[in-house]
């Protein structure tokens, strides 16, 4: 099997997704033996930030990871565990809630496919980008 990073290349949609972790330098952490959930934005949850502001995190790497980071939860967390929780912690170190009651949502975006299992964790698919509140109020 391959690890989260290579998993993700090797989906084909996630191609700003692995460009905006390498500009950010967290690829290591993706490789990294931990065991990590990764709730990923494909190409399309992407393209519906304006293109202005997806320039603007490329160049702003501390704002980039604290975002990236924001979609990362400790652990191997499945399908079934999210259908059994209301909120996870994130590596960024907010929380993030998890709500079940139709299909399953992140923060009110919705999971479009979950458990790609990868070596070190598991990539969960969602259709928007998520924002921290700290990251938003700036």
Do not use: C, W
């Not at 330098?25 to 997806?54: H, N």
């Not at 909120?87 to 496919?113: F, L, M, Q, R, Y």
Request: charged share 25%; hydrophobic share 45%.
């Amino acid at each position: 099997m391959a690890d989260i990073i290579e998993t993700a290349v090797d989906a084909g949609n996630f191609t700003t997704l692995v460009k905006a972790i390498e500009s950010a330098d967290l690829v290591e952490l993706l490789k990294s033996e931990g065991s990590y959930t990764v709730f990923a934005p494909t190409d399309e949850a992407f393209s519906k930030l304006p293109q202005e502001t997806l320039d603007e995190l490329l160049q702003d790497v501390p704002k980039l990871k604290r975002i990236l980071t924001y979609h990362v939860v400790f652990g191997d967390v499945r399908e079934e565990d999210l259908k059994q929780i209301e909120e996870a912690a994130t590596v960024e170190g907010s929380i993030v809630a998890i709500e079940t009651t139709n299909g399953i949502k992140v923060n009110d975006i919705t999971v479009i496919k979950t458990d790609i299992i990868a070596d070190n964790g598991v990539i969960h698919v969602i259709d928007g980008v998520l924002i921290p509140t700290l990251v938003a109020a700036e």
